[in-house]
């Protein structure tokens, strides 16, 4: 199964860019998806996530009220809309879908797409 980012690229800081994930393998309601950060030197990390059907959100504490999780379950499509964005914002997201109980999916037993490079230069 092989989950299929766009979106990302090169902003200035303060500039928004909107993240996509989408594949047509997956039963996809049934999964719970997830952004996900990778920097240089440090583990991947969730940046944010949400539950099936969307009722239930993460986001990590620096990216609260300027980043915007949603899914379209009749597209199979996940979003994350980035707004006021930084340099720390910088690394490559990859989307990840999984079935737990949790509201992220767990880094193993879940599948991943290739990932998507942000850069945001000051």
């Known amino acids: 199964v092989q989950l299929v980012e766009s979106g990302g690229g090169l902003v200035q800081v303060g500039g928004s860019l909107r993240l996509s994930c989408t594949t047509s393998?997956?039963?996809?309601?049934?999964?719970?998806m997830g952004w996900f950060r990778q920097t240089p030197g440090k583990e991947r990390e969730a940046v944010s996530c949400i539950s099936k059907g969307g009722r239930d959100t993460y986001y990590e504490d620096s990216v609260k009220e300027r980043f915007a999780i949603s899914r379209d379950d009749t597209t199979n499509t996940l979003y994350l809309q980035m707004t006021d964005l930084k340099p720390e914002d910088t690394g490559i997201y990859y989307c990840?879908?999984?079935?737990?109980?949790?509201?992220?999916?767990?880094?193993?037993?879940?599948?991943w797409g290739q990932g998507t490079q942000v850069t945001v230069s000051s």
């Open positions: 990840a879908a999984g079935i737990t109980s949790r509201t992220c999916p767990p880094r193993d037993n879940s599948y």
């Open positions: 393998e997956l039963r996809w309601r049934a999964y719970v």
